[in-house]
């Protein structure tokens, strides 16, 4: 058995007589390893230029490698925002020198600014020299938003909004641009609640314009002229932030979550005083006259109703917020009656405590 298997192996040709025929391609297995070579070869350079390329990287600004833009990350600081933390719009008067507090995430070395009118997306004023938090607003009246300047370059500050205001010096014979305000009781009675410095100018494409976290411009047009354009009104931003004030106490009671649920329905805000002449029962030194008040709704207990329940409850949170914040201390009338939409609050900011109950 064992020859046999021998016989069969030696009848198989060994290594040594194979022979290669004279057409066999050689050269292509010379070529596989030159290729090979040749990989090897490239990879070892681009691995060498590799690691040099880092290890100057480490010696050489990033800016070499990465464009950049060279205005910082700017944004209003925390004391922008009121007390709340919720306040979206600043005031200023025409071309008035006014405090602008912001956080620069970067160097703020050489910075520039101007304003941009809500809306828009040009520039309406020069470039000026940021040094501080003190900056110069624009001289016409109207909504805008603060530009950061350097290089040729600019980013706009977003988050709180400048309102420059129309002076109450330009109201005559009770008409401001067109528009009826009327006569304030200090214009012929010495000794009394002094007028608006100034009135928010008012266009239709300004309503829906955010102020706060839960309200907009819209809430405090004058009811009486609607579709006069534009139209006036006075805001103080004291009642703005406590009105923000007293939706976070309820939303505490809620669990402070609950905030971004609750809806805030004015009933009235900024009352002109030839307007507020004509409504009912009306003091005749309201504090709607002067932007100091607003009369509002909340379902503060969230059963989807307006109810006598939810206008105590209100009433109870402008108490705490005043406790609080004695700076926003003010009037507080409750009205209720047996229909919800005459329940209501009225809060104002007026600087000394007044309490008072209404009807329907």
């Known amino acids: 058995m064992e020859s046999a298997v021998v016989s069969e192996r030696r009848d198989r040709p060994t290594g040594e007589e194979l022979l290669l025929p004279d057409d066999l391609p050689v050269r292509k297995r010379h070529t596989t390893r030159v290729v090979w070579i040749t990989v090897g070869a490239i990879a070892f350079v681009g691995a060498f230029q590799f690691l040099q390329a880092a290890s100057d990287a480490t010696d050489r600004p990033l800016g070499t490698y ?188 809620h669990g402070d979550k609950a905030v971004a649920a609750i809806d805030i329905d004015v009933h009235s805000g900024f009352r002109a005083p030839a307007h507020n002449r004509t409504v009912r029962r009306a003091a005749s030194d309201s504090q709607h006259q002067y932007g100091d008040a607003a009369d509002v709704a909340i379902d503060a207990n969230g059963d989807g109703k307006i109810t006598a329940i939810d206008i105590r409850m209100i009433g109870l949170a402008v108490e705490i917020v005043e406790l609080k914040h004695p700076d926003l201390i003010g009037g507080l009338g409750i009205y209720t009656s047996g229909h919800s939409s005459s329940n209501y609050v009225h809060i104002d900011v007026r600087g000394r405590r007044a309490r008072w109950r209404g009807g329907g």
């Open 66 to 253: 990465l464009a950049r833009s060279v205005v910082p990350l700017a944004e209003p600081s925390v004391s922008a925002f009121g007390a709340s933390g919720e306040v979206k719009l600043a005031f200023a008067m025409p071309a008035q020198e006014i405090s602008y507090p912001l956080d620069v995430h970067g160097d703020p070395t050489a910075l520039q600014y101007a304003w941009i009118r809500v809306g828009d997306t040009t520039l309406t004023t020069a470039a000026q020299p940021l040094t501080g938090d003190k900056v110069s607003a624009p001289p016409t009246a109207g909504f805008y938003r603060l530009a950061l300047l350097k290089s040729g370059q600019r980013r706009s500050v977003e988050g709180l909004t400048l309102a420059v205001l129309v002076p109450f010096g330009e109201k005559e014979r009770g008409m401001l641009r067109g528009y009826r305000i009327g006569t304030y009781l200090a214009e012929r009675v010495r000794g009394k609640t002094p007028p608006p410095e100034g009135f928010l100018e008012i266009s239709p494409a300004d309503v829906d314009l955010p102020i706060t976290k839960h309200l907009k411009v819209g809430d405090f047009l004058n009811h009486d002229q609607r579709g006069v354009w534009p139209s006036y009104a006075a805001v103080n931003p004291k009642l703005l932030d406590k009105l923000e004030l007293v939706i976070q106490e309820i939303a505490r009671w």
